[in-house]
């Protein structure tokens, strides 16, 4: 009966991940259509629902000759570009971008959102801010009320190696809830980021905080680099939905 079960059980989260998988890939596509255009200079975010937004551009700049520059904010995003055969630029030859097609942890009702789940959140945040438009593409599972409602892996905050205790201790202290290390599978050691730095991942803070002013207070202590709050930055988000279609707000 166990050995039933468990394949019952594995049908069906097969099932749900195709679909979120799907939800992905409909709403990085339509968000590609709707906002990149000939001549766009594009920032290129990270993650599983970002590989769609390439594939979607890379198909784009085949069929209609669609002429776009890239710049990447992370290790994977340029390696994608580069697959893909999209031209790959950077901030010192291009400091000013039309648009920036990421992906989100969570994306709250006003637009606010967690991000840093693979670790890119500096050069994300970085790339967004240099985009006259950050546009996120999601799966429905990233929809959310308020910050905090949906994502339980916490709030990242990128921060520099020696400083990581100081950091969790004094983030634990003011705000309450704990601020773990970030491991790298099977506890190898720290997981380090692009940037060279560790990654602490808060959990278990006040739902209901005012994140703008967190985000500027955590980025005050010395030692932080970035958080993953990214607050009023985003201008449209795309979810795809469970039956197929997408939802922008
Ligand atoms: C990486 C990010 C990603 O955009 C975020 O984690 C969403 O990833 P995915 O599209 O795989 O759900 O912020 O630092």
């Known amino acids: 009966i166990n050995h039933k079960v468990g394949f019952v059980f594995q049908k069906l989260s097969f099932s749900v991940m195709s679909r979120i998988k799907e939800a992905k890939k409909s709403a990085a596509y339509l968000a ?3 906002h990149v255009k000939s001549g766009d200079l594009v920032g290129i975010g990270s993650g599983s629902t970002v590989i769609f937004a390439v594939e979607r551009l890379a198909a ?3 069929k209609e000759k669609l002429d776009i520059k890239c710049v990447p904010t992370s290790f994977q995003a340029r390696d994608l570009v580069i697959q893909n055969k999209l031209t790959l630029t950077n901030l010192e030859v291009c400091p000013e971008l039309d648009v920036c097609i990421d992906g989100a942890d969570e994306v709250d009702e006003n637009l606010d959102l967690i991000k840093g789940g693979g670790g890119c959140l500096l050069q994300e945040k970085i790339v967004a801010s240099c985009s006259k438009k950050l546009v996120i593409v999601a799966d429905y599972t990233k929809d959310s009320k308020r910050l905090g409602d949906q994502y339980k892996k916490g709030i990242p ?6 400083a990581y205790v100081p950091i969790k201790n004094r983030i634990e202290k003011i705000y309450g809830g704990n601020a773990e ?3 790298a599978v099977a506890k ?3 997981v380090v980021t692009d940037n060279g730095n560790f990654i602490l991942d808060w959990r278990e803070y006040k739902q209901d905080s005012d994140w703008g002013k967190i985000n500027t207070e955590l980025v005050l202590i010395p030692g932080v680099v970035e958080t993953g709050l990214f607050v009023k930055m985003a201008e449209v988000a795309y979810f795809g939905m469970e039956d197929g279609s997408v939802k922008n707000r």
């Open 60 to 62: 784009r700049v085949k």
């Open 188 to 190: 190898a050691g720290p």
């Open 157 to 162: 905050i990128e921060v520099a190696p020696m």
């Open 181 to 183: 290390l970030r491991m």
């Open 32 to 34: 590609v259509d709707k």
